[in-house]
């Protein structure tokens, strides 16, 4: 006697679908479909659209896809974290600024957005995505270093290091969210057992932003900790003016940091 599974064949569409939602992983590109499908891009592209259209699929992007409806595919990928469309959308490029510090914990606060530093063009700084907000950077090729992969779901997504990420906050307070936060994510940092001082100073060398030694000098005296990290600033100061945050008027000038600050800030130094 034989005996056949009691689970229904799928149609032919619907295993296409599935075979391509398993290879796909959390967001299809119409490269892998390309490949899966076996048909010319034209065809690809044509296919995935009327998937769409029916509902199977959504589209997030130019030639890519996420899964929409997956319940009778026998399927386990859903969507459920807006980091993996990150490489799909926005490659070559990585998470970073107030988003990565929250990776890393070095902050509590939680923000509504998903910060991407890019080297792909860009006309929107803020483009909304599947319900996800995305703050996009732009970001010369040669300065995409001191990144981690990490794991999201089917998806690996860079992220800047914790060093980086620290980095890029001093060189674009707005990044991290204003300067009052990314002052206490230096507080953080400087409390840390995998705290690195050589490759935060090496990280700023490389980035060849003046800007930054001055804001990490200027911050860095005011924290005991941070003391070691003053004289390898003060011989890399730049000449002209910065300010510590562009975002907040800074009428004050500390002239041994040459740097502009906000009134309340003034009175802060050495401890």
């Not at 009691?6 to 299809?28: C, F, T, Y």
């Not at 990585?94 to 939680?110: F, K, M, N, S």
């Not at 003391?227 to 890399?236: D, G, I, T, W």
Request: contains cysteine.
């Amino acid at each position: 006697m034989q005996y056949t599974s009691s689970r229904p064949r799928l149609p032919a569409g619907r295993q296409r679908l599935a075979e391509l939602l398993r290879a796909g992983g959390d967001v299809i590109s119409l490269d892998t479909a390309v490949g899966v499908l076996k048909l010319d891009r034209t065809r690809a592209a044509k296919t995935m659209a009327r998937w769409a259209e029916q509902g199977w699929l959504r589209r997030v992007g130019r030639g890519r896809y996420v899964p929409a409806t997956l319940g009778t595919l026998e399927s386990g990928l859903v969507l459920d974290d807006p980091w993996v469309l990150a490489p799909a959308l926005f490659a070559p490029c990585y998470v970073g600024g107030r988003t990565a510090a929250e990776h890393w914990d070095l902050t509590e606060q939680v923000f509504n957005d998903i910060v991407v530093m890019t080297a792909q063009p860009f006309r929107e700084k803020e483009q909304r995505r599947q319900g996800a907000t995305f703050t996009l950077k732009g970001v010369a090729k040669a300065k995409l270093f001191g990144l981690k992969p990490v794991w999201r779901g089917q998806s690996k997504v860079d992220v800047s290091d914790v060093h980086r990420t620290l980095i890029d906050m001093l060189d674009d307070p707005a990044l991290g969210g204003g300067i009052q936060h990314v002052s206490d994510c230096l507080a953080a940092y400087l409390k840390r057992a995998d705290r690195d001082d050589a490759l935060l100073i090496g990280y700023a060398d490389h980035l060849g932003n003046g800007a930054v030694f001055k804001r990490l000098g200027f911050l860095a005296e005011t924290d005991p900790r941070g003391m070691a990290l003053v004289a390898p600033c003060r011989e890399r100061l730049t000449k002209g003016n910065a300010k510590l945050d562009p975002a907040l008027p800074c009428p004050r000038l500390i002239s041994r940091w040459r740097l502009f600050v906000p009134a309340q800030w003034a009175k802060r130094g050495p401890r």
